[in-house]
């Protein structure tokens, strides 16, 4: 069976948002390794993915000048995760959050996918209760100095 008049932006791209969340330990010398056993992957509870890529600039300018020139001095990268909590009750980014201060983020959406990959500490990570008692978890990664690879798609 197949819903052949539903309009396009109900299933946004035609294809699936699927997210997989692995715990990473970074060692004193920078090494990171990645504890796979307890990777936790959200498909089906998936609410909804925010990235968002920041430049922070600052005015430079000569002392004469009027015109403001805005020059980048750093770039970033956070992503957020909304996970709807299952009947069970349990949140496998709360968990995470809990138990672990980084994760490796891997995540795909559309018909022929287009892939993240994000290494960076939870943020902050928060529960709540939105309408008719849907429960949702929301994280927000953000980015560390020490990794020149914190985020990549393909």
Same mark, same amino acid.
């Given at each position: 069976?197949?819903?052949?008049?539903?309009?396009?932006?109900?299933?946004?791209?035609?294809?699936?948002?699927?997210?997989?969340?692995?715990?990473?330990?970074?060692?004193?010398?920078?090494?990171?390794?990645?504890?796979?056993?307890?990777?936790?992957?959200?498909?089906?509870?998936?609410?909804?993915?925010?990235?968002?890529? @920041?430049? +922070?600039?600052? *005015? !430079?300018? /000569?002392? $004469? =000048?009027?015109?403001?020139?805005?020059?980048?001095?750093?770039?970033?990268? @956070?992503? +957020?995760?909304? *996970? !709807?909590? /299952?009947? $069970? =009750?349990?949140?496998?980014?709360?968990?995470?959050?809990?138990?672990?201060?980084?994760?490796?983020?891997?995540?795909?959406?559309?018909? $022929?996918?287009?892939?993240?990959?994000?290494?960076?500490?939870?943020?902050?990570?928060?529960?709540?209760?939105?309408?008719?008692?849907?429960?949702?978890?929301?994280?927000?990664?953000?980015?560390?100095?020490?990794?020149?690879?914190?985020?990549?798609?393909?």
């Amino acid at each position: 069976m197949a819903f052949t008049n539903v309009p396009q932006w109900v299933t946004a791209s035609g294809g699936t948002l699927a997210a997989t969340i692995t715990p990473v330990t970074i060692a004193a010398n920078g090494d990171i390794t990645e504890v796979t056993g307890s990777a936790a992957t959200i498909t089906t509870r998936l609410d909804g993915v925010t990235i968002n890529v @920041t430049k +922070e600039t600052e *005015e !430079i300018s /000569p002392i $004469t =000048g009027f015109q403001r020139n805005e020059v980048p001095i750093s770039t970033g990268t @956070t992503i +957020e995760l909304r *996970e !709807i909590v /299952p009947s $069970t =009750g349990i949140s496998s980014l709360l968990d995470l959050a809990f138990g672990y201060d980084y994760a490796k983020i891997v995540f795909a959406r559309g018909s $022929t996918p287009r892939t993240w990959t994000h290494y960076g500490p939870f943020i902050d990570v928060s529960e709540t209760v939105v309408g008719k008692g849907k429960i949702l978890v929301v994280a927000r990664f953000g980015m560390s100095a020490g990794n020149d690879d914190n985020s990549s798609h393909a």
